[in-house]
Nanobody, 130 residues
Framework: QVQLAESGGGSVQAGGSLRLSCVNS????????MGWFRQAPGKEREAVAT????????FYTDSVKGRFTISRDNAKNTLFLEMNNLKPEDTAIYYC???????????????????????WGQGTQVTVSS
């Protein structure tokens, strides 16, 4: 099974930047879908950005377009989320996820892995103050 470990969260003021990292370990990860999700207090978890192996970024939620960038360094087994011009509404726990699905399914309809089809990280808190 693939294990995922996020880091890079923290507290920043509005307009600031953070870079989240998600390192995978365990079985080699060279195909499928990875992405960042977030969940704010009292709200449902939402997909923020997704990345398909062999295709690159496949989805950004509208609220982060132009501000966030998802990328992958295969040599470092790491998925990144570069977050710029952060806003208070970006405050949430951010989760990394992966699932072995076709690249065509890695996009706005992906809800993250269910059961044993993939993995979730433990989450990292991002807090943006006004």
């Amino acid at each position: 099974q693939v294990q995922l470990a996020e880091s890079g969260g923290g507290s920043v003021q509005a307009g600031g930047s953070l870079r989240l990292s998600c390192v995978n370990s365990g079985y080699p990860l060279n195909w499928g879908c990875m992405g960042w999700f977030r969940q704010a207090p009292g709200k449902e978890r939402e997909a923020v950005a997704t990345y398909a192996f062999g295709r690159g970024p496949t989805f950004y939620t509208d609220s982060v377009k132009g501000r966030f960038t998802i990328s992958r360094d295969n040599a470092k087994n790491t998925l990144f989320l570069e977050m710029n011009n952060l806003k208070p509404e970006d405050t949430a726990i951010y989760y990394c996820a992966m699932e072995r699905i076709l690249g065509s399914a890695c996009g706005d309809n992906w809800r993250g892995p269910a059961g044993d089809s993939g993995s979730w990280g433990q989450g990292t808190q991002v807090t943006v103050s006004s």
